[in-house]
C-alpha cells in the first residue's frame, strides 16, 4: 500500500468520524425538541385540568346566583326556571351538593305543575325584591399569560378567553351593584333617591343575569370539546 492510499484511507477515517458527529449532534438536537415538546404537553395538561377543575366548581354558582337574581327581578317565569333545573350539577363538595339536590327536587316539582302557571307562584324569594350585593368571580387562569394559553388548542383557547373576558365585565358589573348596594344605607336618604338606586341594582342584576347564563353555555362547550375528545 503506499502512500497515496494511506492518505485515501485517512481521508476515508475523518469523514467517518465528521459524519459521527453530524449524526451525534443531530440525535442531540432532536432529543432536546423532544424533551422540549413533551414538557409542553405536561404543562398544557396541567394548566388544561386546573382550569377545567376551576370552571367545574364555578358553573353550579353562577346557575345558583342567576336563581336568586332572577327571584329579585321578576324574571321567575318558567322558561328560566327550566334553565336552572337543566343546568344544576353537583359541586364537588358534598355539603354544597346536598343544597343543589334539594333545590333541583324542588323546582322538578315545580315544572310538573302544568296547570299553574309558574308565574303565578310566589314564594318566600319572590315576595319582596331587597337589593344584595354580589361577590366577584375569581379565577386562577385569568392571572395567565397569553404564552401560557398557547399549550391549549386554538378552539380551547379562544372558549376560554370567552369565559375570561365576560366573567371580568360580570366583575365589573359587582362592583357597580355593590357601589349602589351601599348607597342604600345612608341615613336620610329619601324614598324617590333609594327608588332610584333601587332600579339601577334591578337593571345591573338583569345585565349580570344575562352573562352569568351566557358564561354557563360557554363553560358546557368547553365541557363538551373536552368530551368529544376522549370518545
Known amino acids: 500500500m503506499d502512500k497515496f492510499d494511506l492518505v485515501i484511507l485517512g481521508g476515508i477515517d475523518n469523514m467517518e468520524k465528521i459524519y459521527y458527529v453530524i449524526i451525534g449532534w443531530a440525535l442531540g438536537i432532536l432529543n432536546i425538541f423532544l424533551v422540549e415538546q413533551y414538557k409542553r404537553y405536561l404543562d398544557g395538561k396541567n394548566l388544561k385540568s386546573a382550569i377545567l377543575s376551576e370552571l367545574k ?18 324574571d ?9 333545573y337543566n343546568n344544576l350539577s353537583s359541586f364537588e363538595d ?84 355593590n357601589f349602589y348596594f351601599k348607597q342604600t344605607f345612608m341615613p336620610g336618604m329619601s324614598d324617590k333617591n333609594h327608588e332610584i338606586i333601587v332600579n339601577n341594582i334591578i337593571s345591573n342584576y338583569k345585565t349580570y ?20 375528545k376522549t370518545t
Open 94 to 177: 358534598k355539603s354544597k351538593a346536598f343544597k343543589i339536590e334539594s333545590l333541583k327536587e324542588k323546582l322538578g316539582k315545580l315544572l310538573e305543575q302544568n296547570d299553574i302557571p309558574i308565574e303565578s307562584i310566589i314564594n318566600s324569594e319572590t315576595a319582596k325584591i331587597e337589593v344584595e350585593h354580589i361577590k366577584s368571580i375569581t379565577l386562577s387562569f385569568n392571572k395567565e399569560s397569553i404564552e401560557k394559553f398557547s399549550l391549549l388548542s386554538e378552539e380551547l383557547r379562544l372558549i376560554i378567553f370567552d369565559v375570561r373576558t365576560k366573567v371580568n365585565i360580570m366583575n365589573e358589573l359587582a362592583d357597580i351593584i
Open 209 to 228: 343575569i344575562v352573562q352569568s347564563k351566557i358564561v354557563v353555555e360557554r363553560i358546557k362547550e368547553i365541557f363538551e370539546l373536552e368530551k368529544d
Open 57 to 74: 366548581e364555578l358553573l353550579p354558582r353562577l346557575v345558583l346566583i342567576y336563581y336568586i337574581l332572577i327571584n329579585k327581578t321578576g
Open 76 to 84: 321567575y317565569n318558567k322558561e328560566n326556571v327550566q334553565w336552572v
